[in-house]
């Protein structure tokens, strides 16, 4: 047999496994990095993937994908990666507001995906009519779409495995070191690592080689200052729980505290788990050591502001005695991807943003679809031209902003409403509750889903929160009566100072993004 009747695949598959040659080398086997190496490998690329640790991580964030993730997992063909991880329906957001609340629905759909008015109105409709909401799952009707939440640990392996079966993937595990350059240009053309001798136990140098290598890890990179030269932004952390059969009405919601207390994130992650992420800002004073650290502000601050069902649930999981796992809340604004040949970095390495509204996964796999698109062999057929990649690259940054921008800018602006402290903030998110209670949700869900793709909408609602905090903290100084006309001014400063604020919350984030 010669050379010539090996198969394609067979050749390359060799040439991955004894040379450490591919297409493209992939850093990091997370959300984005198997998300990216399936997607390029369907594409027909021979791709190398590089993990750290293949054992099932314990990560506290990255377990709930927004319906707009679910729908880009689906074009990539990963969508079995839900199947057999116990994962739970997410129908959208329960508000509970200083004790009232309101249910916030995801919007219902058309065929195409476009979000339909009037979905909120015969959801409220639906729930009305339903005998003993409070025991049993609210049932979607139509085509209203589902997210999904779900052991983060779980939900990798399964992409991992999902790699791992493909046919043009080869996976080592391995700790990534550096990147190589060519000697006679700035062209990465791989990366250096040092591999664990399976016989011996030792750690041994090693090379990978790729026409394009995309590094991909993680919220703590350690290339990131070296090819974007940015810092992470950091407010606050959050501190997680995992409560055992905690009864949280209604079911299949993700539900969002708002009380005194920073914000606190309740969702069901498995059939008996339920995951619980406490916000505590940097240097909180109810939360340093002389008032019992974060255990503390949990148990004093926290546990009162909850609904009386979790509190139980909330004191089981305290009674270890151990401080609660964390991870930081991070924003990264993203930059261009063109200043480097040959190495594209990607996922949360590029682009964070808090996780209170859950988008980060659901960014990922949009961008993994986009970045596949234009780097498709037939736009880009040699992935070592790197002015063609960077062709590609510059148009992703700008195609990539008409849902990541969005998302983004939600996500921080919002933080900033529910941690509020001072007196305009809390009239603004006064005001997005009372506007969520006054049914206006269908468009503002459809943009936190990521079903909504056109970031003017987004400043048409958060403006239009504006406007209604303003009322009804006017209604609030004057008190109704005549005798409060004489207070009217007073009102009309506020107005001023609120609307102030919202644009100082809003446009420089939204001015960052959009850059």
């Not at 729930?127 to 009707?141: C, G, I, R």
């Not at 970045?371 to 063609?388: N, T």
Request: charged letters at 20%; a neutral charge.
């Amino acid at each position: 047999m010669t050379l010539d009747d090996v198969p394609q695949g067979v050749r390359e598959a060799e040439r991955r496994s004894k040379h450490h040659e591919a297409d493209v080398v992939v850093v990091g086997a997370g959300v984005f990095g198997c998300a990216v190496a399936f997607a390029l490998a369907n594409q027909g690329r021979s791709v190398i993937l590089l993990e750290r640790w293949m054992h099932e991580p314990d990560r506290i964030v990255g377990e709930l994908l927004q319906p707009g993730g679910v729908a880009a997992l689906k074009k990539l063909g990963l969508e079995k990666c839900l199947e057999g991880i116990d994962a739970i329906p997410c129908y959208g957001y329960h508000v509970i507001y200083h004790g009232d609340d309101v249910a916030i629905p995801y919007p219902v759909v058309d065929a195409d995906g476009n979000v339909l008015d009037g979905s909120a109105a015969a959801y409220a409709a639906e729930k009305s009519a339903q005998n003993d909401s409070e025991k049993k799952p609210l049932q979607t009707t139509g085509k209203r779409p589902e997210g999904r939440a779900f052991h983060h640990g779980r939900f990798i392996m399964k992409l991992r495995e999902a790699c791992a079966a493909h046919p043009s993937i080869t996976i080592f595990e391995t700790t990534v070191t550096a990147t190589i350059d060519d000697e006679h240009s700035s062209q990465v053309l791989g990366v250096a690592a040092r591999t664990t001798d399976k016989e011996t136990g030792e750690k041994k140098a090693d090379f990978f080689f790729g026409g394009l290598t995309i590094i991909a890890d993680g919220y703590d990179s350690k290339f990131r200052k070296q090819y974007i030269g940015r810092v992470p932004i950091v407010r606050s952390k959050f501190y997680a729980l995992e409560l055992i059969d905690c009864p949280c009405p209604p079911q299949g919601f993700g539900h969002v505290v708002i009380g005194k207390a920073s914000p606190v994130l309740l969702y069901q992650i498995g059939t008996h788990e339920t995951r619980a992420l406490f916000d505590v800002p940097e240097k909180l004073a109810a939360a340093s050591p002389q008032n019992g650290g974060v255990r503390g502000y949990i148990q004093n601050t926290v546990l009162p502001t909850l609904p009386a069902t979790v509190r139980p649930s909330v004191l089981a999981a305290l009674a270890d005695g151990r401080i609660p796992k964390s991870m930081p809340n991070s924003w990264l604004p993203p930059a261009k991807q063109t200043q480097h040949a040959g190495v594209l970095v990607l996922g949360d390495a590029y682009n964070m943003r808090h996780p209170l509204t859950g988008g980060g996964m659901t960014v990922a796999f949009n961008d993994v679809v986009l970045l596949a698109d234009l780097l498709a062999p037939e736009r880009v057929p040699v992935l070592a031209d790197s002015a063609a990649v960077h062709a590609a690259m510059a148009d992703f940054h700008w195609r990539r902003k008409a849902l990541t921008s969005i998302i983004n800018v939600l996500a921080q602006a919002l933080y900033s409403l529910f941690s509020a402290q001072d007196r305009q903030l809390l009239a603004l998110q006064m005001g997005c509750f009372r506007y969520f209670q006054m049914g206006i949700t269908d468009q503002p869900m459809g943009l936190m889903g990521g079903m909504i793709q056109r970031p003017l909408v987004l400043a048409y609602h958060f403006f239009s929160v504006a406007f209604v905090a303003i009322w009804f903290n006017a209604v609030a100084v004057c008190g109704g009566s005549v005798l409060g006309l004489w207070k009217l001014p007073l009102a009309i400063i506020d107005a001023v100072l609120i609307l102030w604020r919202a644009s100082v919350v809003f446009l420089p984030v939204l001015w960052t993004e959009s850059r």
